[in-house]
């Protein structure tokens, strides 16, 4: 049943990127409609890992649903990351580096990573606890995408 959940918001989430993409302002460039929408994930993302951070340091409180509802999030925001990149859109405001579109399959691979841990961290969270699944949020390597594929 939590794969099935798994599924469901990645398809949301993927149908919600598709539609930022395409779906912009009329004197809005592609390009940029193409920025606004990976830049969006980008923000929901760190939202996600900050509940997840927030929660592992005790600034919020214990929530073992919001944990893995939040790390669910992120399995799904980072598995449809690639898809906001398709379109090899570069404006003056993105810090994206052009290794992403000439090291494509590394890039996805990084996201596909990022994901899997992501939906690890909430299955243990979900089945062996919240501590558990607290002790893991480290495993979540922004670095392994932002350092080689963005300034």
Same mark, same amino acid.
């Given at each position: ?54 929660? %592992?340091?005790?600034? +919020?409180?214990? !929530?073992?649903? /919001?944990?893995?509802? =939040? $790390? *669910?999030? &992120?399995? #799904?925001?980072? @598995? ?15 810090? %994206?580096?052009?290794? +992403?579109?000439? !090291?494509?399959? /590394?890039?996805?691979? =990084? $996201? *596909?990573? &990022?994901? #899997?841990?992501? @939906? ?19 495993? +979540? ?11």
């Amino acid at each position: 049943m939590k794969n099935i959940k798994v599924i469901v918001i990645a398809a949301l989430f993927s149908a919600f990127g598709a539609s930022l993409t395409f779906a912009h302002e009329p004197d809005m460039s592609d390009e940029m409609a193409a920025y606004v929408a990976r830049d969006g994930i980008m923000h929901l993302i760190g939202a996600q890992r900050n509940i997840l951070r927030n929660m %592992a340091s005790g600034k +919020i409180p214990d !929530n073992r649903r /919001e944990f893995v509802r =939040a $790390a *669910n999030a &992120l399995a #799904a925001m980072f @598995a449809m990351l690639p898809t906001t990149f398709e379109k090899n859109a570069m404006v003056a405001e993105s810090r %994206a580096k052009p290794e +992403i579109w000439t !090291n494509w399959d /590394e890039f996805v691979s =990084a $996201a *596909n990573t &990022l994901s #899997a841990v992501a @939906a690890n961290i909430a299955t243990t969270a979900g089945t062996v606890g919240l501590d558990a699944g607290k002790a893991k949020i480290g495993e +979540i390597d922004c670095g392994s995408c932002h350092t080689p594929f963005r300034e």
